[in-house]
């Protein structure tokens, strides 16, 4: 079993959702503002400033769902057995960002209280969403195997683990995309030498786990950062299709293989262009040290 150690910095990429052949792409442009709190970098504040007019884009151009959930919790407090209902709602946009087209344009600024106020203006291709993909779970997990240890915040040194399961027998990928422009391949394992990653339909398997080799020797990833706080960005693509592979390179030391995220974009835009059954669910993880 290899070990392998990652270590990059805040990233927040915004391709989500699944698209079809059938839907018509559309050039849209997004614009919104982001008002820093006294924590936020000038990269937080470009990066939020850019997710927001990706995401005002999409929702004037396709709207959005609203969903409410409500949740029944039972504890016992001072008056004895208690029930206690949370109510969440939350509202997710019907279509999706799949490539800058140019690059955002900013504008800064000082507000009142001395704090950055970033506005952004980005252009960009678009679709709207298809339902034609398989409903895959991939949940992170912090130190164990288990449905108990699902977690998107690590502490340095922490070791990650993905629960997966899907409703049919396909291929699955998984990448973390990180703020230096690399996107690193988790999954195939080193050991599979490229290789397709194929699963069962309604099996729960472990990714990165010592105690599951079902899909080979696997590599076991460690989570490291010199930073007080890291945010970086997992995908996970599953079809019951077959796919090819993106082409990445050897890293330094004991990273996992990689490639720049102008080609990963590139590569994911092309190949969920073709196939409509091809999910992705992205998922961003936080290390602090």
Known sequence: MRKLTISCALAALM??????DALADKVLTGEATFYAESYHSMNDCKEGALQKARVEALAAEYGRTVNDHTTQVDQTGPRGEESFFQ????????????????????????????LYVVKCTVRGKTRPFSNEAADFTATPLRNGDETRFADTNFKSGDSMRVLFKSPVDGYVAAYLACPD?????????????????????????????????????????????????????????????????????????????????????????????????????????????
């Open 15 to 20: 391709m989500s959702g699944v698209w079809s």
């Open 87 to 114: 109510a969440l709602s939350t509202t997710e946009v019907r279509g999706e960002w799949i490539a800058d087209e140019g690059e955002p344009k900013y504008d800064v600024s000082l507000g009142n209280d001395g």
């Open 181 to 289: 422009g690399n996107v690193y391949t988790l999954l195939p394992y080193l050991s599979a030498n490229g290789a397709d990653v194929k699963v069962k339909g309604g099996k729960e398997y472990v990714f990165f786990s010592p105690a599951h080799k079902e899909l080979g020797e696997p590599d076991e990833m460690k989570l490291v950062t010199q930073d007080p706080v890291e945010r970086n960005q997992l995908y996970v693509l599953f079809s019951p299709n077959e796919f090819s592979r993106v082409t990445d390179t050897a890293s330094e030391g004991d990273a996992p293989r990689s490639l720049s995220f102008k080609d990963f974009s590139k590569w994911i835009s092309k190949i969920r262009s073709r196939d409509p059954k091809m999910g992705l669910v992205m998922t961003p993880i936080t290390i602090k040290n």
